[in-house]
């Protein structure tokens, strides 16, 4: 029989449960991380994604979320070859499924999407994000979006 103890935070709330054996594997997945995790992970620690916490490798009973926001309940996961396969599309299917009727909003995106588009992938993750729990744009981006609706901008009248 696995022990098993409360999550912390949010995860409490809804009485989601976790095993103790996924906290060995979440920090083994944390040192073997790939260079999209590296870059997604650049992208988002430190409350560097406009004040958005999120926590890597992050366990939701019976799962293990690749980048998990509990403010928002929102997660991103990064999908490399192996799942394009028919028996591991199956298996993401039902975990999010899952994770859905938990209240956990999925964004999914492969690998080389994120090689190729990365500004669309920042945006998606960032409309959904506040879609979900809004925060205000930072200062340096306010300054950028009004510059752009200004009329004189380009030099033509």
Known sequence: MTKEFPMP??????GVRCAVRHLSDCRNLRKRDTWAEKLLWSWLRDRRFSAYKFRRQH???????DFFCVEAFVNIELDGAQH????????????DEWLTEAGVKVLRFWNARLRR?????RETIWRELQARSPHPLPDYCRSIAIASRSPGRGGGK
């Open 59 to 65: 366990t939701f009973s019976p799962h293990i979320l």
């Open 117 to 121: 588009d990365k500004e669309i992938v």
């Open 9 to 14: 935070n949010a995860e409490c709330r809804i």
């Open 84 to 95: 394009g396969f028919p028996a591991h599309k199956k298996k993401d299917e039902a975990r």
